[in-house]
Each structure stands twice: as C-alpha cells, then as structure tokens.
C-alpha cells in the first residue's frame, strides 16, 4: 500500500500557543473549537458523530488509523469534524475487512489534520485553559495569517448548528414488526440510536429540525424523541418551542444529549457552556433512582444548571456525573418525559446504559 507523504502542518490555539507537527488528510486549513477525546476505540464512529460538527478532535489514544474504516461503522452519511489532532497516524491498516485507509477517507471528506504531536501535553493545556478555537494548516506556516483566518471561526456558545447537520427529508425507518410509532426531531442524530428504537419494534419518522410540533403530530406518534446534535442548546429556539409543545400531549418523549438540553429549557431550566466537556467511552455516571452505576459514551460541552434543576417543582434529577456531579439524567414529575446527556446507544463505548431504550419503551407501553 502506498503511503502519503505527509508535509509540515501548524496547530494555532486562540490564545497564542502553536503546535508544530505533520499534516494527514487532504493538505489545507481548517477552524473550529478544539476539543478531545478521551476513548481508545472507535475513531469512525466519532468522526461521522453531528454533534462533532463545528470542532477540532483531539485523539488521546496513541495511534488512530491503524484498523482502517468500513462502511457499516459510520453515525452519519459524512465525516463531520472539522479536523484531527493526533500523536500517530497510520496509514496502513492490519484489518482484514477494512475497505480502505483513514488517509483515503479523510482526502476524500476534505479532512484537514495534524500528527506527531504530544497530545498528552496539549489535552492537559486544554484541561487547565479551557476549550477554545483552534486552526490546522498544512498549507501555510504564515502565523499572522492563520490569526486571521482563525479570528474568523465563529464561538460555540451561542451558535445554532443543528441546521446544518439535519435531514432535508422526512424519512422513515422500521423492522416490519411495528409496536410503536416515535416520531424523531432530528438536530444531528446518530445511525445507531435510530437502530436502538426501530430494533425495539418502533417505526421511527425522522424529521428535520425546523418542523413544527403540528406536522410532526399529524402523523399521530406513540411518543417522541428528541435527537444528539451540536452547537448551544439555548440557540435552538425552534426546537424548545417544539417541545413545550409536545409536553402539553402528555406523550412519551426520550431525548438524548442536545435533546437532553433542550428538554431542560423547554422547563425553564438554563445551560451553559463547560470548561472542557465530557467527551469519551468512559465517564462513570450513577443512576440515582436504582444507586447503579454506569461507564458511560459521552459527547457535549454544554450542560444544564444543576441549582435550577434543584429548585425546580417539577423536574427531578435521575442520573449525576461522578468525576464532577453535574447533571446527566432528568425525568419530569408530571409528564412521561425523560432525558439523559450521554449516548447509550455507545458506538462507541460500553454498553451499561442501553436499558434506557427499553425504559422508553415500557413508556410508551404504559402510555399506549
């Protein structure tokens, strides 16, 4: 196999800080928030993951590309981060059934990345500063024009980006064996959560993230969900109004990570921007309505206000994170809703949490 030759690429931090490394992927720059992640596997699944649009990843396993990529590992149709950091790049690949290099994949997505670097280093950086913008170049070693270019790349907080990764089209998915009809607010949702409802006998009808509650309701669901996605919570406005919305039917309604959020403040309750995120395959979270705990698949970099979530009446707290309590879970008193602010469909990851799926269905059993 015929490797690349990699040329000399620039890592530009907002405040300053430059990296120096070799380039991978298509020969180019790209900007974005710069965040990193924690898991030793899985890299296909995280690059095509929408709520990762907008963003830099930083891989803290050693070396990425070495299993290649196939088709059936994808969460989306198109690779969705903005660049790859990484300490090694393999060009080959040892698995049999790969059907091709991560090189190929990233050249033909117009991936832009950087290697050889000390990602120890820069993740403990970004742990201490805080997550922040970054550039990648391959093409240009001009430091003044790269600030540039990166003053140009927008914040996180506040930006609405859901828009930009959701379906077009109404679409819908099931087994054969159709139990339940879910409707499916799609704000950059994963491949395999889909497959969790529908291998749940649930025929699911996607719709994209600007569609009113009335035509989702027209449809006559069992229930909602509301989907992952990336960007500020408290910038999908269309979406909270959706789900207020959706509240006063009294129907089951599941949200997952930005449909986590939203859910949150469409009670009222606030979210803010962390100072790094949860980004990894093993964040430990206890249940607190069962005292269990969970290794957990995580991806945000916003979370919901524990203290108004406290004083909240009808919002109670299901689930906490151990390394720094913030709130993974909530369920409301009065209605058939629930959320949680991780992924438990885990692709990739451990899969300690795909019970709440099937919470969701005993929901929508009760409530048929």
């Excluded at 530009?12 to 965040?35: A, H, N, Q």
């Excluded at 949702?189 to 889909?194: D, L, P, R, S, Y």
């Excluded at 999908?236 to 990570?257: H, S, W, Y």
């Amino acid at each position: 196999m015929k490797k690349n030759i990699a040329t000399d690429a620039i890592l530009l931090l907002e405040d300053g800080t430059v990296y120096t490394g070799k380039s991978l992927g298509r020969i180019g720059t790209s900007g974005g928030e710069l965040c990193f992640n924690t898991g030793m596997t899985g890299y296909q699944e995280i690059f095509t993951d929408p709520s990762y649009f907008g963003q830099i990843v930083i891989t803290t396993v050693s070396h990425v590309g070495n299993y290649g990529v196939q088709a059936e590992e994808v969460e989306s149709d198109k690779v969705q981060i903005k660049g790859l950091v990484c300490k090694d790049f393999s060009h080959d690949f040892s698995r049999k059934t790969a059907e091709g290099s991560l090189q190929e994949y990233f050249e033909k997505a117009g991936v832009v990345g950087i290697c050889e670097i000390d990602t120890r280093a820069l993740v403990r950086y970004i742990r201490d500063k805080g997550a922040m913008n970054a550039i990648i170049s391959s093409e240009t070693t001009d430091i003044d024009e790269l600030k540039k270019r990166l003053a140009e790349v927008p914040s996180m907080s506040g930006l609405e980006l859901s828009s930009q990764v959701s379906t077009t089209e109404v679409y819908k998915l099931s087994n054969g064996e159709t139990r339940f009809r879910v409707a499916v607010l799609d704000l950059g949702i994963k491949k395999n959560i889909i497959n969790n409802l529908v291998s749940r006998g649930c025929e699911v009808k996607v719709f994209p993230y600007n569609t009113s509650f009335e035509e989702m309701e027209e449809w006559n669901p069992d229930g909602y969900f509301i989907s992952n996605g990336p960007g500020d919570p408290a910038a999908t406005t269309d979406a909270v109004l959706n789900v207020r919305k959706m509240l006063e039917k009294q129907k089951p309604l599941f949200g997952i990570c930005l449909g986590h959020q939203v859910l949150a403040e469409a009670n009222g309750i606030s979210t803010y921007k962390m100072h790094n995120g949860h980004r990894g395959l093993n964040h430990p979270v206890k249940n607190l309505l069962t005292g269990r705990c969970e290794i957990t698949s995580q991806n945000h970099g916003f979370v919901v206000d524990a203290d108004q979530i406290l004083n909240h009446p009808d919002v109670e707290v299901t689930h906490i994170n151990l390394n720094d309590n913030t709130i993974e879970g909530i369920r409301l008193k009065t209605k058939p809703a629930f959320s949680v602010q991780y992924h438990p469909e885990s692709s990739p990851g451990p899969h300690d949490s795909t019970y709440l799926f099937d919470d969701f269905i005993a929901l929508l059993e009760q409530n048929k």
